[in-house]
């Protein structure tokens, strides 16, 4: 063995090479996974205020409706979806805040909340004018 020898270099960098590259698509990962959230949420906020504006629906309608829709979409995935509705007589609004844990057990990353609010024109029936 000489000195300045290159035995063992290969180790040493891939030693300080793969945990960097690790995070990196750990990371990758987590963001995939919450682009996909956001999007069911977004999604289940949308369907709720849709079902909820239906002529004679309920708020308790769109409710079931958004609970639905997060639960296929994430499964146990997601923790404490909290939907609220407010069914006015013009407008019905969907608001969904949850929570869905991080990959990697970092203080302020753990978890990640989600959020989503969708609105819909309220349907009602309206009896048809009588021509005099």
């Keep these: 063995m000489t000195l300045g020898s290159d035995r063992g270099d290969a180790i040493l960098e891939l030693a300080i090479v793969a945990p960097v590259l690790m995070v990196l698509i750990v990371g990758l990962l987590q963001f995939g996974l919450w682009h996909h959230a956001k999007n ?3 999604t289940a906020a949308m369907e709720g205020a849709r079902e909820a504006a239906a002529n ?4 308790a309608d769109g409710i079931s409706r958004s609970t639905e829709v997060l639960s296929a979409g994430l499964g146990s995935a997601i923790r404490d979806p909290e939907v609220r509705v407010d069914k006015g007589s013009e407008l019905t609004l969907v ?3 949850a929570e869905m844990p991080g990959l990697l057990p970092i203080p302020g990353l753990s978890s990640i909340v989600l959020r989503s609010a969708s ?3 309220t349907e009602r029936f309206r009896p048809a004018e009588v021509a005099s």
């Design 119 to 121: 609105s819909s024109l």
């Design 40 to 42: 069911v949420v977004e």
């Design 56 to 59: 004679e629906a309920t708020a």
């Design 95 to 97: 608001e969904i805040e």
